[in-house]
């Protein structure tokens, strides 16, 4: 029944979403956004124009991107964790309506149109279901996380049938036969939880959706509703790694079939870690906002090739061109460029020049350098943002990183370079530990040291209580790179 506190055990036959104790049926969803998508168009809200969402992860989030959607208009999630954003996103993609809770209003310029969160039962009960729905529903717009500049809004022409969507159900398992029983433990108002939410309430999969992450509640939530599939980050399989062994123990995790995470590195000894705790049930993809999914690879393969994302997808093409633009070979390091029938279809909202600078004909890229191996495997080397010119050489942080995983007693660290006293520049870490650890910095460089290259050494390591992660799982490295110098105070 809606809104009732129950389980997926109180006998509910038709696929559920559960929130907070509190679940609703997708049919419940869809005649409720119906109803919504009425009082949009009431609006004024037209074909092609943009609704921001403020919403915290919810059932609300669900209905208030369908009705969006069957309002011909496109759906804006906002990251709520940067409130700094939220004018310039809304004057940006020039949006008719907001749909907020009332603590994020403050933030929406003054003469919006404003949905209340609080409001939302009663406004749509007085509604009726929408007489003429949009026929080909327009996907979200998500905008970047602006570390280096302004946010850009992604934006994509509506397409029937959606192109990549058999990729994206390979790659996140969705195509496996019932039952179905998603996980979403990542904000909405991201890419890849929102394309993933989207997806398991396509194909009915029942859903469990968290507010938050917290690493013994995703244990306990897997384990009471009997989890089957869930998409994570490497930052959260490095923090399940640092729960006790008894709490580990404690929780019966054998409903759990496909597991897949993505949206940054994820170190070598990580991945065999988890591995050797839940099964050969872990997969990883490589992709990006604009790209959409790349590769793909599971457990087996990721241990025959430690730190490769995969192989192309079907339909996907990729390339290596080095820094005068000429395409490199096997085992070449350089820029990776992507290509399918659905790439060149974003545009950034006006950011024109923007969208032409990352283009190379039908090829995008994301910014990550890398290489392919004779087997058509690609290895990521790290982001051309990140890049440090070491000793004359370019070192990137990604191999630094994994190996500093590798210490027992490490959580997170962050690698980037920054500028030393005599003007050079050098390789900086700081890292977090899990609150039993005693490891000290100069322990780390030994462990180092055996393992890495001297230019790549970090000059200086910091443990930090926290550092700075964004819900994506990235790392703010430049609310770290300007407190450092290397050599000075």
């Not at 820094?323 to 490199?328: A, I, L």
């Not at 290895?379 to 995983?405: C, N, T």
């Not at 870490?429 to 030994?446: H, K, N, P, W, Y």
């Not at 926290?466 to 450092?484: A, M, Q, T, V």
Request: proline share 6%; aromatic share 8%.
């Amino acid at each position: 029944m809606p809104g009732c506190d129950c389980d997926f055990g109180a006998g509910l036959s038709a696929p559920v979403v559960v929130f907070g104790g509190r679940s609703r049926t997708h049919d419940e969803i869809d005649a409720r956004a119906a109803r919504a998508a009425t009082g949009v168009r009431a609006f004024g809200v037209g074909h092609g124009d943009c609704v921001v969402l403020l919403l915290r992860n919810g059932l609300l989030f669900f209905e208030a991107s369908k009705a969006v959607m069957l309002a011909g208009a496109y759906p804006v999630p906002v990251n709520i964790n940067k409130p700094e954003d939220v004018p310039y996103i809304i004057e940006n993609c020039r949006a008719q309506l907001v749909i907020a809770e009332g603590d994020f209003t403050a933030f929406v310029p003054a003469g919006l149109r404003i949905v209340l969160a609080e409001d939302w039962d009663d406004w749509i009960a007085g509604l009726v279901p929408i007489l003429a729905p949009a026929a080909v529903p327009r996907a979200a717009i998500i905008y970047t996380s602006g570390t280096t500049g302004r946010p850009k809004g992604i934006k994509r022409a509506p397409v029937k049938g959606e192109h990549g969507s058999a990729r994206a159900l390979q790659v996140y398992g969705l195509d496996m036969a019932p039952p179905l029983r998603v996980l979403i433990n990542g904000p909405l108002f991201h890419s890849v939880p929102n394309a993933y939410s989207r997806l398991a309430l396509r194909v009915g999969a029942d859903i469990v959706l968290e507010e938050k992450f917290e690493p013994e509640a995703l244990l306990a939530q897997i384990a009471r509703h009997r989890v089957t599939h869930m998409h994570i980050t490497p930052a959260m399989l490095v923090r399940l790694l640092g729960l006790r062994a008894d709490i580990r123990a404690a929780y019966d995790l054998s409903s759990l079939r496909y597991v897949v995470h993505g949206a940054a590195p994820c170190a070598p000894s990580v991945k065999t870690a988890m591995i050797s705790w839940w099964g050969p049930i872990l997969h990883e993809y490589y992709g990006s906002t604009e790209t959409g999914l790349l590769t793909w690879t599971d457990s087996q393969t990721a241990l025959r090739k430690p730190g490769s994302v995969g192989r192309a997808l079907a339909g996907i093409t990729l390339k290596v061109f080095d820094d005068q633009g000429v395409e490199v070979g096997p085992g070449g390091l350089g820029k990776i460029y992507a290509g399918s029938e659905s790439l060149h279809e974003f545009t950034y909202i006006d950011a024109a020049a923007k969208r032409a600078e990352i283009g190379r004909g039908q090829l995008v890229t994301a910014g990550d350098f890398g290489w392919l191996d004779g087997e058509g495997f690609l290895y990521l080397a790290g982001r051309a943002k990140d890049a440090m010119a070491v000793a004359g050489a370019r070192v990137f942080p990604i191999e630094i990183e994994s190996a500093i995983l590798a210490v027992p007693g490490v959580k997170d660290c962050a690698v980037f370079g920054v500028k030393a006293a005599n003007g050079d520049e050098a390789v900086m870490a700081c890292v977090s530990l899990f609150s039993d650890a005693q490891v000290t910095g100069e322990e780390i460089m030994r462990f180092l040291s055996a393992r890495l290259p001297a230019r790549k050494i970090p000059a200086r390591i910091e443990i930090l209580a926290e550092l700075p992660r964004e819900d994506s799982g990235k790392i703010f490295k430049n609310l770290l790179r300007d407190r450092y110098v290397v050599g000075g105070r």
